[in-house]
């Protein structure tokens, strides 16, 4: 790496698993406090970061809040997919796949567990298409299983 590259990450830019920390750590944080009390600078404190420096990555606390709940969401997605991989019989891939949904839901350390707990509370518009959106992917795979 550049030194060039090196000033740049350490002034404004963070790594893809440092962004991935900082989405864990904001998931944390809502299904703790509630999106509606959980503020920006909350999340940068608590990933020892300038409350500024947020912005630089996500242009609002509702942008955050959808990377949080998207990336859930990949979680779960993952989750399932993991399970139902090595079985062919599609009763026993629906199956598996309801457990690997429930263990998830069931884990309060899951980030995707706390967000997706209660989030259709008095949110924007956009807000509420993007996390529909989201939901919708979901509820995709398990209906593929349930028409295998």
Not at 21 to 33: C, N, P, S, T, Y
Not at 99 to 109: K, S, W
Request: net charge negative; charged share 25%; glycine share 6%.
């Amino acid at each position: 790496m550049t030194r060039k590259a090196d000033s740049a990450s350490a002034v404004g830019g963070i790594t893809p698993d440092r962004k991935a920390e900082l989405i864990d750590k904001a998931a944390r944080l809502f299904g703790e406090r509630g999106y509606g009390n959980t503020s920006m600078r909350d999340i940068a404190a608590a990933f020892g970061i300038l409350h500024g420096s947020l912005y630089h990555h996500f242009g609002s606390k509702e942008e955050l809040f959808i990377s949080v709940y998207a990336s859930g969401v990949d979680a779960f997605i993952a989750d399932v997919q993991a399970a139902i991989a090595p079985l062919p019989d599609p009763w026993d891939r629906l199956e598996a796949a309801c457990v690997a949904h429930l263990e998830a839901l069931l884990t309060r350390d899951s980030p995707a567990a706390t967000v997706l707990a209660d989030w259709s509370s008095a949110y924007t518009e956009t807000m509420r298409v993007a996390l529909v959106r989201e939901r919708d992917r979901y509820e995709r795979v398990f209906g593929e299983l349930t028409e295998a």
